[in-house]
């Protein structure tokens, strides 16, 4: 896919970039990925780039960029930590001066995909007396240097896809500095943005998963009669309908504003919002349709979609977290774009 052009075509040419992309193409090979079913590219192979190309060193980008497109090596993100989630701010994890480069020591968590990945983008403190925002530093962590353990967490899906890391004294050389020590907060800020506007995955996956729906309701009976005979069904259906439609012009949004040159705060989160939130909507109807055999799990015989739209409402809350929570979405759509006040922290309200 990155050697086709459809992944980093709007990368620099000479890190495998198409001078001559079209900046909508992406967004439409996304849309005929999920049509397909076929799997995206894992890892944070979305957000490393955007810190690299954004403040990384030449040799930092000849480095690892190749082998990020190539798939050669995985990447995951290292930011939250068991007291910094949404409020990422508050990290502890630190990075103490050494001779030739710096020790981390903390823990992270939520970490998706840790146990198979090469590599991580951590952030540590490297200044504990300045400002909560400042004294902060991006770094490069080989997850396999001594000091790193990895622990994968069990989700309520029977999946552990995430995990928690560990790090004891682990070295990490200047070079792996990304940006200059302190500015990490703005590295981060930058490739999360980056992240969310290459990220098109879920509000596509809706469109196709609203064609499982209304299967779902032809299929399903009341009374002995397709549920799709009935007017609230079909009521339902349409509203569903018309917010995929929604989704998918929301996702738009982002790499349109960005071919007119447009710079928006909001268009990443507002899609973001949207589509999880809706996708919660849609599984709740499709268990609706299933009355009593949506209580059952793909571990039941003869379940209905071999138990897809159950394991999908048990991840679904997760996609209103991940990337940044709807509700820190909502604060980034009020302060960033519509230029609102900004939001008291709970220790200044007290």
Not at 2 to 29: C, L, N, S
Not at 64 to 83: A, D, N
Not at 91 to 103: F, N, Q
Not at 269 to 298: Q, Y
């Amino acid at each position: 896919m990155f050697e086709g052009g459809y992944i980093g075509g709007d990368w620099p040419e000479q890190f495998g970039g198409d001078p001559g992309v079209d900046r909508m193409r992406a967004t439409v090979f996304f849309e005929e990925l999920h049509r397909m079913g076929a799997p995206a590219p894992i890892g944070a192979a979305y957000l490393v780039p955007g810190a690299l190309l954004g403040f990384g060193t030449s040799e930092q980008c000849k480095r690892y960029l190749p082998k990020i497109r190539s798939g050669e090596e995985l990447w995951c993100q290292l930011f939250s930590e068991p007291g910094a989630g949404s409020d990422l701010a508050a990290l502890s994890t630190r990075a103490e001066r050494t001779d030739g480069g710096y020790l981390l020591t903390g823990q992270k968590v939520w970490n998706t995909n840790a146990h198979v990945s090469d590599f991580g983008f951590l952030l540590a403190r490297t200044d504990r007396e300045a400002p909560k925002h400042a004294g902060i530093t991006a770094f490069l962590l080989n997850m396999h240097a001594p000091g790193v353990t990895v622990r994968p967490l069990r989700e309520i899906t029977g999946t552990a896809d995430f995990n928690e890391v560990f790090l004891d004294s682990v070295f990490v050389s200047d070079d792996q500095v990304v940006g200059q020590p302190g500015d990490g907060w703005r590295v981060a800020v930058q490739s999360l943005t980056h992240e969310r506007q290459a990220n098109r995955g879920l509000s596509i996956r809706l469109q196709a998963r609203l064609n499982d729906l209304f299967d779902l309701a032809q299929t399903q009976h009341r009374d002995g009669t397709p549920l799709i005979e009935f007017d609230d069904v079909r009521d339902a259906l349409t509203r569903t309908l018309i917010d995929v439609e929604i989704a998918i012009a929301l996702q738009y949004l982002g790499p349109s504003h960005a071919i007119e040159g447009i710079v928006d705060a909001a268009d990443a989160p507002v899609a973001k919002v949207f589509s999880s939130n809706l996708n919660v909507r849609m599984i709740d109807l499709a268990l609706s349709f299933m009355a009593t055999e949506g209580v059952l799990t793909e571990l039941d015989s003869d379940v209905i979609g071999g138990g897809s739209w159950q394991d999908d409402l048990l991840y679904s809350r997760a996609y209103t977290i991940a990337g940044g929570s709807n509700e820190i979405m909502h604060n980034i759509i009020a302060e960033r774009s519509m230029g609102m006040p900004r939001e008291k922290s709970p220790s200044a309200a007290r």
